[in-house]
């Protein structure tokens, strides 16, 4: 029976605004508990006054603080820069609040595990905001590896490109300093990829990275001169040892000359392959060598299946395979889990998942700085 989740947002930025409309559509596509929006915080007044009008929360606040500790707050909604995740979960786990927060879950392995055994210690919802989990997309690859359908999983091939910050006019911001954001293109892009790696294909065990700062200074604010150090990684490449036997390699970049979006991944299996480009959401590329065969292979090579509704997701969105679904759909699945979770159903996507991607994360910086392998442990 459906009843009312009281949220407290931090932060009513891009994420702010996109969990703050995925919960209003969980409610109208799933029938899921209803929404209350019951408090906003974020620095600045004027913004934060226009936020809270436009999106309906009742109140906001410029201190977050009072967030975690309103008894009216079900839920905290952590979107805020990475440096923030910390303090915040772990204040609002302290309050006994259900939490939802931003990837990546910290800046390092040994606060995102401190922040995984708090939330298990407080029994209370922690889910971590890897969106490409409830991509339909990526539940129908684990489902044709779960299958057997792919063989033995010989190697994955994965990058996540962007270049949103080829420009070297961008101005510097939380995103390029280690102590507000710890990794660069690692912690904000690769982690998706790690996080729907995980989901897929289980643990890691062992990576080797290397990095580059390719822009390695940028104005302090628009049209300076003053300019201020980048300190973490444009663009990442490891490689990676699975526990399952298989190998990887896993690559990002912030900078990569006309990507957009180009969040990437093919896994090879002894019996077929598939190919996934979140660019072109709605479209997986399989290969099996069953059919392949039909023919000697006369017919061989690639085919496109279009997402639809027999993938887990997607019906509740379009009744047929070629209509598309979007990015705001998976944050729509997102809300979805994550109020089941507030009703006692089983979710993948939580803190835990969140400590074990940081520790590759930390495990791949670690492997930069002693030029060897490292353990993702
Ligand atoms: N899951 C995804 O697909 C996805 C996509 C983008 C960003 N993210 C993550 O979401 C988080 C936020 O990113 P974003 O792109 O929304 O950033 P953003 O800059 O658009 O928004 C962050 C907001 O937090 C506010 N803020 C800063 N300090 C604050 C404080 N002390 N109290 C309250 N509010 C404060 C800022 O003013 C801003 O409005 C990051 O951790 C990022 O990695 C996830």
């Not at 939330?119 to 779960?146: R, T």
């Not at 979140?278 to 292979?297: H, I, P, S, T, W």
């Not at 070629?322 to 996507?349: N, V």
Request: net charge negative; with cysteine; charged share 25%.
């Amino acid at each position: 029976m459906a009843k009312e989740v009281r949220i407290g947002l931090i932060g009513g930025g891009w994420m702010g605004k996109a969990h703050t409309t995925a919960f209003h559509n969980a409610k109208m596509i799933f029938g899921d508990d209803m929404p209350v929006f019951e408090l906003v915080s974020d620095v600045n007044e004027e913004a934060v006054k226009a936020f809270a009008e436009n999106m309906g929360y009742k109140r906001y606040t410029t201190n977050w603080r009072d967030v975690v500790t309103d008894p009216d707050v079900d839920l905290v909604d952590v979107a805020t820069p990475n440096v923030m995740h910390f303090e915040m979960a772990k204040a609002a786990l302290e309050n006994g609040k259900h939490v939802f927060c931003e990837k990546p879950l910290s800046l390092t392995a040994a606060e995102s595990r401190i922040l995984a055994d708090l939330a298990k210690e407080k029994g209370v919802v922690n889910y971590c905001g890897f969106s490409n989990i409830m991509n339909p997309a990526n539940q129908y690859v684990k489902e044709l590896v779960e299958s057997g359908k792919l063989g033995k999983i010989m190697r994955v091939h994965a990058t996540y490109d962007q270049d949103m910050l080829l420009d070297p006019s961008i101005p510097i911001a939380w995103r390029h300093k280690k102590a507000l954001a710890g990794s660069g293109a690692l912690g904000d892009l690769c982690s998706h990829l790690l996080s729907v790696s995980q989901f897929i294909l289980g643990d890691i065990t062992e990576v080797m990275g290397v990095q580059s700062i390719v822009i390695p200074e940028r104005p302090v604010k628009a049209g300076s001169s003053e300019m201020a150090k980048v300190e973490n990684d444009d663009v990442i490449t490891f490689l990676v040892k699975y526990a399952n036997g298989a190998i990887g390699d896993f690559s990002s970049s912030r900078v990569a000359t006309g990507r957009k979006n180009y969040f990437y991944y093919e896994i090879q299996g002894t019996e077929g392959s598939v190919v996934y480009n979140l660019e072109r959401m709605c479209e997986v590329q399989v290969y099996f060598k069953a059919d392949a065969d039909v023919d000697n292979g006369r017919d061989c090579g690639f085919r496109t299946v279009l997402l639809n509704p027999q993938h887990e997701g997607f019906k509740w969105f379009q009744p047929a395979g070629g209509i598309a679904i979007a990015f705001d759909d998976m944050k729509t699945l997102q809300a979805h889990t994550l109020m089941g979770a507030m009703h006692g159903k089983p979710y993948f996507c939580d803190f835990e998942l969140g400590a074990r991607v940081d520790a590759v994360n930390d495990a791949v910086l670690r492997s930069i700085e002693s030029n060897t392998w490292e353990k993702a442990e």
